[in-house]
């Protein structure tokens, strides 16, 4: 009778282990650390909710291509393990949707980061999850989705080395990329 429980149980355990495979997680994007193509699939909100904002095609766009130095007073802080943009950045992103309502044409790339603390798998995703946060609240203010481009970097580029809070305050963070204007 032992044996007989086993067989399903065993089973259920493998297909509960397949689903949390990291391939499949839907907090990524298309763009590794690296520039090499990730999995992704339907793009979630800060809550993990799925979005009804649709997802921009990446196309040509590289990361890389970015200039970080335009908004980089606007680069958006978060909590510790938090997605959620604190009150205090809010007028930041009113900042950045004025600088683009007075600046057609330009698109957007939100770099979302995190902290060391956290597996790699989970700091990608958070930082995805607070990339997705900062696309969602400026589409809210008005921008197009269309013009709006994540990607998660987790830890993997810190903006401050160390082991100190202040260091990891630093490294909670999206950055706002404005890519250049197409022909």
Known sequence: MKNKCRLPLLLALTFALAACDDTKNGHYTDLGPDGNPLPSSDQVNANGDASSIPLSSRGDVNPNDADY?????????????????????????????????????????????????????????LGERRALA??????????????????????????????????FAKNRRVEIGVLAQRP
């Not at 009150?87 to 044409?105: D, F, Q, Y």
């Open 134 to 167: 900062v696309r969602e609240y400026l589409v809210g203010l008005g921008l197009p989705a269309a013009s709006l481009y994540t990607n998660s970097y987790g830890s993997d580029k810190p903006a401050v080395d160390g082991d100190t809070e202040e260091a």
């Open 69 to 125: 130095q335009t908004l980089a007073s606007d680069t958006i802080y978060f909590e510790f393990d938090k997605s959620t943009i604190a009150g205090a950045e809010r007028g930041k992103l009113t900042a950045v949707s004025e600088w683009c309502k007075a600046n057609p044409g330009r698109s957007l790339f939100l770099a979302g980061h995190a902290d060391k603390r956290g597996t790699p798998e989970y700091n990608r995703a």
